[in-house]
């Protein structure tokens, strides 16, 4: 079934094996609970210092947590609050390097630092955020950033 790879090459080359190896895992299954639950492992297992990563599901004006892997999370986020409420008002991908001086971010994991969502967009309207956090400061680059929204477009063929 499935088993773990060695990333190699570049970030981007690695990236790019990152969303194969999704599309060969997800190909076939249409349960989005259980691909959204094998997308946030599999990132798991790939993404070095991080210390959670999962989905938060837009139910009208607030995100609901969805699958994720990490320790317990904030279970409701009103649309325009801390980096995931922002990331789905502004319709784009947050890079935030220092999670506490960023305005109204909300700590679930007193040890993150850094951070990263992307909003699942499909017709242009948006059904949910990947959340990524890191105990390390300004953690995710923008290879990481392209690499992740590359990794979005893949899961979304899937859900």
Same mark, same amino acid.
């Given at each position: 079934?499935? /088993?773990?790879? *060695? ?5 981007? @080359?690695?990236? *790019?094996?990152?969303? !194969?190896?999704?599309?060969?895992? #997800?190909?076939?299954? /249409? ?9 946030? %492992? ?15 599901? #837009? ?13 317990? %999370? ?11 409420? $922002?990331?789905?008002? !502004? ?9 506490? %001086? ?8 007193? %040890?993150?630092? $850094? ?6 967009? =499909?017709? @242009? !309207? ?7 956090? $890191?105990?390390? !400061? *300004?953690?995710? $680059?923008?290879? @990481? =950033?392209?690499? #992740?929204?590359?990794?979005?477009? /893949?899961? #979304?063929?899937?859900?």
């Amino acid at each position: 079934m499935f /088993t773990q790879i *060695n990333y190699e090459g570049s970030i981007v @080359d690695q990236y *790019n094996t990152l969303a !194969k190896q999704l599309d060969a895992l #997800l190909t076939g299954e /249409t349960d989005r609970i259980a691909n959204l639950s094998n997308a946030s %492992a599999l990132l798991n297992q790939f993404l070095p210092d991080i210390n959670w990563v999962g989905f938060y599901i #837009l139910q009208e004006e607030e995100l609901v947590l969805g699958p994720f892997q990490g320790l317990p %999370a904030c279970v409701r986020i009103p649309v325009g609050r801390g980096v995931c409420g $922002s990331a789905v008002s !502004k319709k784009e991908t947050l890079v935030v390097e220092d999670v506490h %001086a960023f305005p109204g971010h909300i700590a679930c994991d007193a %040890a993150s630092q $850094s951070e990263i969502v992307i909003p699942l967009i =499909q017709q @242009d !309207k948006v059904m949910g955020v990947l959340d990524i956090d $890191s105990p390390v !400061k *300004n953690r995710f $680059s923008t290879d @990481d =950033q392209i690499g #992740l929204e590359h990794f979005v477009k /893949t899961l #979304l063929l899937h859900i």
